[in-house]
């Protein structure tokens, strides 16, 4: 296998662990941080707090592993030509999920006041955009696969 074919392997190893980890994390916190925060000596927003940061860390690193290794692997596969209409557009769906979920779950605000309310981001939302993100990108390699 020539080099080349080695980088591009690692990368889509390196972005499909990613993705695990920050889908798994999310998954984790709905499944079991949140209900385990009603069950906590401490106040429920200090227990998520204190699991926001020990998690953070990990998700910001899977976050910029899935952003860079994902734009090397796009740019590979458009730059060769071997991509039609149809990869563009699921592509393009893949990146736009996931692109707001990034958004929803770190860039965003926890909270915004609107008039006199106060919005939180639903965890649901960020879970289930990051899932689309997640099932459109193993479509798209079952589809298109290793080949160049």
């Known amino acids: 296998m020539p080099a080349g074919d080695w980088f591009l392997l690692s990368l889509r190893v390196a972005h499909a662990l990613s993705a695990k980890l920050w889908g798994g994390g999310g998954l984790y916190f709905l499944l079991v941080v949140r209900p385990s925060s009603r069950d906590s000596d401490e106040s429920p927003a200090a227990f998520i707090s204190s699991m926001h940061q020990r998690f953070g860390e990990w998700a910001q690193v899977a976050t910029m592993a899935m952003l860079v290794t994902g734009g090397i692997l796009v740019f590979d596969r458009l730059s060769n030509g071997n991509a039609g209409l149809t990869y563009v557009v699921l592509m393009s769906m893949k990146i736009v999920a996931a692109l707001v979920a990034f958004w929803l779950a770190g860039v965003r605000p926890a909270r915004r006041t609107v008039g006199r309310t106060?919005?939180?981001?639903?965890?649901?939302?960020?879970?289930?955009?990051g899932t689309v993100a997640f099932v459109v990108g193993v479509g798209v390699s079952s589809v298109y696969g290793l080949s160049g």
Not at 118 to 129: K, Y
């Open 118 to 129: 106060r919005r939180r981001t639903s965890p649901e939302m960020i879970v289930a955009l």
